[in-house]
């Protein structure tokens, strides 16, 4: 993979839906070059698919964070359980070292951010847990 394959990737990572004529005139290139490049990059596995991003997907959560959750015994999977239920829980992630689980949280205000960490720190099995919240996201 070369550089301009990375950068008919960003290209393509920005909008999956660009033409070939767009993607060339993006990158300065014929639209047979881009062709080519984009069929040897899917034939070779360095793009694995394309999908379709939903509202849901890309809302802007205005307070973000991650919560990582330390876990008595053998509670993981109650407290995942639970986490699933919860609609301000974006992603939930196992892990290891010291915290158990980290919980990719959403709200609309830091009130309502609150009010979900105090919710999953009175689970039972939880016991500790350290939140950071996310200022800004670049891709």
Same mark, same amino acid.
């Given at each position: 993979?070369?550089?301009?394959?990375?950068?008919?990737? &960003?290209?393509? !990572?920005?909008n =999956?839906?660009?033409?070939?004529?767009?993607?060339? #005139?993006?990158?300065? %290139?014929?639209?047979?070059? %881009?062709?080519?490049?984009?069929?040897?990059?899917?034939? #070779?596995?360095e793009?694995a698919?394309?999908? %379709?991003?939903?509202?849901?997907?890309?809302r802007p959560d205005?307070?973000? #964070?991650?919560?990582?959750?330390?876990?008595a015994?053998?509670? =993981?999977?109650?407290v995942m !359980?639970?986490l699933?239920?919860?609609?301000? &829980?974006?992603?939930?992630?196992?892990?290891? #070292?010291?915290w158990?689980l980290?919980?990719?949280?959403?709200?609309?205000?830091?009130?309502?951010?609150?009010? %979900?960490l105090?919710?999953?720190?009175?689970?039972?099995? &939880?016991?500790?847990?350290?939140?950071?919240?996310?200022?800004?996201?670049?891709?």
């Amino acid at each position: 993979m070369d550089e301009l394959d990375s950068r008919l990737i &960003v290209a393509l !990572k920005r909008n =999956a839906r660009a033409t070939l004529s767009e993607l060339a #005139g993006i990158l300065g %290139v014929t639209r047979s070059t %881009v062709r080519v490049r984009l069929e040897r990059l899917v034939q #070779g596995g360095e793009i694995a698919g394309f999908t %379709v991003l939903t509202r849901s997907d890309v809302r802007p959560d205005p307070v973000r #964070g991650l919560m990582m959750l330390e876990i008595a015994g053998r509670g =993981a999977d109650k407290v995942m !359980k639970y986490l699933q239920r919860l609609p301000e &829980v974006r992603a939930i992630h196992s892990t290891n #070292g010291t915290w158990d689980l980290i919980a990719e949280i959403g709200t609309d205000t830091l009130e309502h951010f609150d009010q %979900v960490l105090t919710a999953i720190r009175r689970l039972d099995s &939880v016991t500790r847990s350290e939140t950071n919240l996310l200022l800004s996201t670049r891709r």
